[in-house]
């Protein structure tokens, strides 16, 4: 079942001779449970497509579908919804807030909802990110493979649709990467969560469903690997 579909997609910033095009035309659909990596060197247009995708950057031209709701002809207030609802945000800096605890820093978007957090769902997260015991931690008391950990707490609390994650290993060690990427694979397998992931690595790309490379903005090779 389709999950996302995006049309026709154009992304350019400046004018005239400064114009840039990020994103040229691009069109691609992707099922609800599939796992997607997104390759291409930098500056092809990798991170702004995630960010488009996620609702964070407005489209040039074109469309993006979620759920067959057209994203961008939400109000901001309806967009900014969807971001907390829909979309779970995982990146390489992983921007936690400073001054908030593991527990506080997972549970935010929940908060910022306005709903109750389930507790259920917080002690299973915890557990399956081998957070358990540092719940009060704040970020500068963890290693950075565990920050990585609470950014991927944050961004599962909500259930959402779609899990975006944009270079989620880079500033990792081969290890941590490898389990960073199981916890990831988990959420896609468990949750049955759609998995976008924009990556560097070969070895993870190889690791996903199928593989979208893209090059000066444009869709340059669309590849199955299992289905």
Same mark, same amino acid.
């Given at each position: 079942?389709?999950? *996302?579909?995006?049309?026709?997609?154009?992304?350019?910033?400046?004018?005239?001779?400064?114009?840039?095009?990020?994103?040229?035309?691009?069109?691609?659909?992707?099922?609800?449970?599939?796992?997607?990596?997104?390759?291409?060197?930098?500056?092809?247009?990798?991170?702004?497509?995630?960010?488009?995708?996620?609702?964070?950057?407005?489209?040039?031209?074109?469309?993006?579908?979620?759920?067959?709701?057209?994203?961008?002809?939400?109000?901001?207030?309806?967009?900014?919804?969807?971001?907390?609802?829909?979309?779970? *945000?995982?990146?390489?800096?992983?921007? /936690?807030?400073?001054?908030?605890?593991?527990?506080? #820093?997972?549970? *935010?978007?929940? /908060?910022?909802?306005?709903?109750?957090?389930?507790?259920?769902?917080?002690?299973?997260?915890?557990?399956?990110?081998?957070?358990?015991?540092?719940?009060?931690?704040?970020? #500068?008391? /963890?290693?950075?493979?565990?920050?990585?950990?609470?950014?991927?707490?944050?961004?599962?609390?909500?259930?959402?649709?779609?899990?975006?994650?944009?270079?989620?290993?880079?500033?990792?060690?081969?290890?941590?990467?490898?389990?960073?990427?199981?916890? /990831?694979?988990?959420? #896609?397998?468990?949750?049955?969560?759609?998995?976008?992931?924009?990556?560097?690595?070969?070895?993870?790309?190889?690791?996903?469903?199928?593989?979208?490379?893209?090059?000066?903005?444009?869709?340059?090779?669309?590849?199955?690997?299992?289905?």
């Amino acid at each position: 079942m389709e999950i *996302l579909r995006v049309e026709n997609l154009c992304k350019t910033y400046g004018k005239g001779e400064n114009e840039v095009k990020a994103l040229d035309n691009v069109s691609f659909s992707i099922n609800k449970g599939d796992f997607i990596a997104i390759i291409g060197p930098s500056g092809s247009g990798k991170s702004t497509l995630l960010h488009i995708l996620g609702g964070v950057d407005k489209p040039t031209s074109g469309k993006v579908y979620m759920d067959n709701c057209d994203v961008y002809k939400q109000s901001d207030e309806q967009l900014a919804i969807f971001r907390r609802r829909q979309v779970g *945000l995982i990146y390489q800096f992983y921007n /936690l807030i400073p001054v908030l605890n593991v527990t506080e #820093n997972i549970t *935010l978007p929940v /908060l910022m909802d306005g709903h109750k957090v389930n507790d259920d769902h917080l002690k299973e997260l915890l557990n399956t990110l081998k957070l358990v015991g540092r719940e009060n931690h704040l970020p #500068n008391q /963890l290693s950075g493979g565990q920050q990585q950990r609470v950014s991927i707490g944050r961004a599962l609390m909500n259930t959402p649709a779609v899990v975006l994650a944009d270079e989620p290993t880079g500033n990792l060690d081969s290890k941590n990467s490898q389990e960073i990427m199981e916890l /990831l694979k988990i959420s #896609n397998q468990k949750y049955n969560q759609t998995l976008i992931i924009i990556t560097h690595d070969e070895n993870i790309a190889l690791q996903a469903d199928r593989i979208l490379a893209i090059e000066d903005g444009k869709i340059i090779r669309d590849e199955v690997i299992r289905k």
